[in-house]
């Protein structure tokens, strides 16, 4: 077998601040092609001074939109990650999981929260 693929977030990123869900979406597409190839991929979260939720759903969490949670866990490794940071993402995670379980009714919910907006100009 070949050798894990390594995925520098502050290199892919060019920043210590992971806060856009543009940058996420760079990370996802590494991710993505990794998983899609069954190739065991080790994210680095070293030099990274902040995270967002948007960020970790795009780069992570989309990713349980398409692959089951066996593989996502058999082949995704996270590294140089801080505690509280481990913490946050397993929170956004448990978040997308649910989402992916009946999206369209989280969407209903959503859309009975926020309201009715369609009449709107």
């Known amino acids: 077998m070949s050798e894990d693929i390594r995925i520098s977030m502050f290199e892919v990123v060019g920043s210590p601040f992971c806060v856009a869900s543009d940058d996420g979406e760079k990370i996802h597409k590494h991710l993505d092609a990794a998983l899609r190839a069954n190739q065991e991929v ?10 967002t939720t948007p960020f970790l759903t795009a780069a992570i ?8 949670e066996e593989k996502i866990r ?3 490794k996270v590294e140089d990650i801080a505690p509280e940071d481990l913490a946050f993402l397993e929170r956004v995670v448990s978040g997308v999981k649910l989402y992916f379980k009946d999206p ?7 859309q009975e929260v926020l309201g009715d907006n369609d009449d709107e100009v």
């Open 74 to 76: 058999s082949l995704l």
């Open 42 to 51: 080790v994210l680095s979260f070293h030099n990274v001074t902040a995270l």
């Open 104 to 110: 369209q009714r989280f969407n209903q919910i959503f």
């Open 61 to 68: 969490g989309e990713l349980y939109g398409t692959f089951s």
